[in-house]
């Protein structure tokens, strides 16, 4: 959103609230090809709340700034990054990365294997509170150190000599190349760190870069930011653009209006947009792995509303109200994907058989729209709660750059329960995204909007965000059936590619069963792009914009 910290689609592998914070790219135009500036104008939905990676919960718009021992090419594939060579042991548990000679911070610090190790250690530490650190599971040690059970010096990367970093796994992680593109596995400059303190990362200044870009002109509430070619990354040569400047635009009507006048060079469309432009030849598409979903607050404070939102009949019950076919159609907008389950369409294919996973998971009659069976369950809820009547709050945000939609979404829930379920009551809640998420976070909410876009081409990881203790699992779900089929795909099956797979869809058929979320639609964005803007790449998971070979022609 991605998810820039709130969208998990501009920022990627983040829990949002709504529908899509999404990062627009935008080219700026000139009368002449001879006289363009390497410069784009990008409008950014939301503003970036921190450029700490430890502390980071996106990475969309960052992935530019901060590299790690592979950065994310085209297709989701690991491409070259700090690493100049890696080397893995035959039973797939110890990784050496060499680091190229010529890595180096923005500040022109050389990047060393400690800066990687001080790095990790610094976000898995418990005082860090990295919502992502459930990403380094697998790493040895990683779990007991997230738990508590031990320090972050025991974490299994270690420094051999200045450029020889060597990372142990408890065991094989099929996705580990990719997971190392992930900027959250950055190196960081302790110096830097340590000289600025509380104040890391809180400016543009207070901190230092490893990737195509660096950061200036951001000073924690900007409106406006600008990325600057990084004359210090190792593969300058390559980056062509000089400057990508960053404008929070609030709507999409202001930004088609800043398009149509040649101020910006790619505008993101809403729905109600997409029918008068998709036959114009600046017409694209980006997919994103992103589904949106219903979260459930199982730990409510609220004892009655406890007993509703932890009962299955009554999720069972949301989810057949639905009329995923209609949202998708009249609300979310042209090229919208009808989920099968928690898991993004197009998103990983089987080793054995190379169906899409999405085919795999789906569950008969879990995300069917069928009113006379909604009633049934919340009758049987009502029984099996003893409450008759009850009034929940949907929450969602109110900034998100798709606000019609998201508006939309909350309304027809609200409508429909109001039509077919007597007793229920929605109410809906909305405010501006940063509050909304902090409530999401402290569990001070009933029912919320939310989403999450894979951090990687990999099913696992939609799945871990709904194991027990995973940062992002606000709702508080918790299925020791669950639990154990994501260990055995996480641990004991990690070398066997067809068991996994497996065991990953025997998971997400439970989360279907119980509807620990209840996933409304996945998301395609539609977009006008100049035909003067090249180069982006853009990817479905991970992080979705990449603009180090980026030009304008």
Not at 137 to 146: F, H, L, Q, V
Not at 450 to 472: M, R, V
């Amino acid at each position: 959103m991605h998810k820039q910290s709130w969208a998990r689609l501009a920022a990627t592998g983040t829990l949002v609230l709504a529908t899509a914070l999404v990062l627009a790219a935008c080219g700026s135009s000139s009368s002449s090809s001879s006289s363009k500036k390497q410069e784009l104008n990008l409008a950014a939905s939301a503003q970036l709340d921190t450029i700490d990676i430890s502390k980071s919960t996106g990475y969309g718009q960052t992935g530019n700034v901060y590299e790690s021992f592979y950065r994310l090419g085209k297709d989701g594939k690991a491409t070259a990054g700090l690493a100049k060579s890696a080397t893995v042991s035959a039973d797939g548990k110890t990784y050496t990365f060499k680091i190229r000679p010529n890595a180096k911070f923005s500040n022109g610090d050389t990047i060393t294997a400690q800066s990687f190790v001080y790095s990790w250690r610094r976000t898995i530490d418990s005082k860090t509170t990295s919502p992502y650190s459930y990403l380094f599971s697998g790493i040895k040690n990683a779990d007991d150190i997230i738990a508590g059970k031990k320090s972050p010096d025991t974490l299994g990367i270690s420094a051999k000599g200045k450029d020889t970093v060597v990372v142990q796994l408890d065991q094989p992680i099929a996705y580990f190349k990719v997971l190392m593109a992930y900027p959250l596995f950055s190196p960081q400059d302790q110096k830097v760190v340590e000289k600025y303190g509380k104040k890391y990362g809180t400016k543009a200044e207070y901190s230092v870069y490893t990737g195509p870009f660096k950061i200036s002109k951001w000073n924690g509430t900007s409106n406006k930011w600008t990325f600057v070619k990084n004359k210090d990354y190792w593969d300058a040569k390559k980056v062509k653009l000089q400057k990508i400047n960053y404008t929070v635009v609030g709507d999409a009507g202001t930004s088609l209006d800043l398009y149509q006048t040649g101020k910006v060079d790619l505008t993101q469309l809403e729905a109600t947009q997409v029918d008068n432009y998709v036959h114009n030849k600046e017409y694209k598409i980006y997919p994103y792995s992103y589904v949106s979903f219903l979260e459930y607050n199982r730990a409510n404070s609220d004892a009655n509303k406890k007993k509703v939102l932890s009962n299955t009949h009554f999720r069972q019950a949301i989810s057949a109200l639905v009329n995923r076919k209609q949202l998708a159609k009249k609300v979310v907008g042209q090229g919208t994907v009808i989920p099968t389950g928690l898991v993004s369409t197009s998103l990983a294919s089987s080793p054995k058989t190379g169906k899409d996973f999405s085919k795999d998971q789906a569950v008969s009659g879990t995300m069917d729209y069928d009113v006379q069976q909604a009633k049934k369950d919340w009758a049987e809820a009502q029984k099996e709660t003893g409450v008759k009547d009850i009034t929940l709050t949907v929450l969602a945000p109110s900034d998100n750059g798709s606000d019609k939609a998201t508006q939309q979404v909350v309304q027809y829930l609200k409508a429909q329960a109001a039509k077919y379920l007597p007793g229920l009551t929605l109410k809906i809640q909305t405010m501006p995204s940063q509050a909304a998420q902090q409530n999401e976070q402290n569990g001070n909410f009933d029912i919320v909007l939310a989403g999450w876009g894979a951090d990687f081409n990999d099913p696992i990881s939609f799945l871990q965000i709904l194991q027990k203790d995973a940062s992002y699992n606000y709702g508080k779900y918790d299925s020791a059936e669950y639990e154990a089929l994501v260990k055995k795909a996480s641990v004991t099956d990690a070398n066997d590619p067809t068991k996994r797979w497996q065991d990953m869809i025997d998971a997400s058929h439970v989360l279907m069963k119980d509807q620990a979320v209840t996933p409304l639609y996945q998301s395609v964005y539609s977009y006008l792009q100049k035909s003067d803007v090249h180069g982006i790449i853009h990817n479905t998971a991970g992080t979705q914009w990449s603009y180090k070979y980026a030009y304008i022609k």
